[in-house]
């Protein structure tokens, strides 16, 4: 059976989630991140067996997180590296980051802490409002229908119960 | 074959996605910050399958983000409602929701918008560090070994060369 795909679903949450799918690929973004390049690099770090790597690879390059450049010819080998939009995913990982050290970590601590090198300090995300840098909690955030959301279905009551004014 | 479990793996990310499991579970999540509580309600806005909803949510109260509430008895029906540790979710949530918007939203846009109250503003979610408040980004952000990185793997040469000193 072919599981429900997301893609389509009219909300930016359910889009991501279903492109990264399983850990690997938050795994090989991490990695990425780290400034490993080589399919080689990936499996060594990883330990994650041969097929699911070449699948995730070539995941992150259909969806342009990631570009292959050569690096030889005769055989062709290649370099993944992160694009713009790769790049930007480490806002996300970052706060998962965080979430999981706050909550999945247990007594042994945090697997990994970061250093924010513009202060020097060993620290972690946060998440803040954009537009005037206060956090923004499930409290002072509301959704609204925006643009791209169906016609449709945003009349329906339980859409229109869902978002605020 | 079982798939890999990424529950002890010393990542926070791994940890995390793994626990997310499909785009459904963050999916639920979302309603829930809506204020949707009752399976039913889950069931007609999300269009979920039912036994699908009974295990994303079984998951969720045992991972202790979500905790039932009986609302009656004979026959005894629950309210899910978010833990603290599931409300601190809403961070990650913000931050997928914002990079789907960016860069899987297309010519539509964002189907979703967020109003920030404390501002007033349509904004979405920005990731600083929490001690000075800048942005983190790729290129200031630096991880570390922490306290939890198992000790035999963290003296390995691709560990060592992953992690900034």
């Known amino acids: 059976m ?7 679903w009219p909300s930016s949450i359910a ?7 399983d850990a690997w690929t938050p795994l090989v973004l991490s990695e990425a991140f780290c400034g490993i390049r080589r399919f080689s690099a990936f499996q060594e770090t990883l330990g994650i067996p041969r097929n699911t790597l070449t699948d995730r690879l070539r995941r992150l390059v ?3 997180l990631l570009e292959k ?6 055989p062709v080998r290649y370099d ?8 930007d995913f480490h806002g996300v990982l970052l706060v998962m ?22 202060c020097g300090r060993q620290s972690h995300a946060e998440v803040v409002c954009a537009a005037c840098g206060e956090p923004m909690t499930p409290d ?3 959704p609204l229908t925006g643009p791209g959301y ?14 605020a004014d």
Chains 1, 2 share one sequence.
């Open 2 to 8: 072919r599981r429900t795909s997301f893609a389509q």
């Open 62 to 64: 259909e969806e342009a």
């Open 97 to 118: 980051n965080r979430w999981g050290d706050r909550w999945l970590a247990g007594e042994a601590g945090p697997p990994m802490v970061m250093r924010h090198d513009d």
């Open 150 to 163: 169906p016609v449709r279905p945003a009349e329906r009551p339980d859409a229109r119960a869902r978002f």
């Open 15 to 21: 889009r991501t989630t279903d492109l990264l799918g």
């Open 140 to 142: 002072n955030t509301q």
């Open 69 to 74: 450049r050569p690096y030889q010819t005769r």
């Open 80 to 87: 993944y590296v992160l694009t713009e939009k790769g790049r």
